[in-house]
């Protein structure tokens, strides 16, 4: 059974940093098609932020670039997204997500908010 387990999100000033952490559980990355961070804002979709794609590259949306950061610890088994210069618009639920053969995987969401 795979698990994604997240921590760190929290309460933030804009301008401020976080970084979460996506744990996994029951495969290892080299078994994993693609893992990345979503996130929902309230009444919103939800919608991609940052992934390692197949070819084990980061790719990050425009609204992130600069400021965000994937990356993973493949001895742990754990995904990180470091967050810089964080946006009132950053505030959402931030979801890990891993995609395996037949199947998608979540995490159960990490709620960052940024308000001064």
């Known amino acids: 059974q795979v698990q994604l387990v997240e921590s760190g999100g929290g309460l933030v000033q804009p301008g401020g940093s976080l970084r979460l952490s996506c744990a996994v559980s029951?495969?290892?990355?080299?078994?994993?098609?693609?893992m990345g961070w979503y996130r929902q804002a309230p009444g919103e979709q939800r919608e991609l932020v940052a992934s390692?794609?197949?070819?084990?590259?980061?790719h990050y949306v425009d609204f992130v670039k600069g400021r965000f950061t994937i990356s993973r610890d493949n001895a742990k088994n754990i995904l990180y997204l470091q967050m810089n210069n964080l946006k009132p618009d950053d505030t959402a639920i931030y979801y890990c997500?891993?995609?395996?053969?037949?199947?998608?995987?979540w995490g159960q969401g990490s709620q960052v908010t940024v308000s001064s």
């Open positions: 029951g495969r290892t990355f080299s078994s994993i098609y693609t």
């Open positions: 390692f794609g197949m070819d084990n590259r980061p």
């Open positions: 997500h891993a995609e395996l053969p037949l199947k998608d995987y």
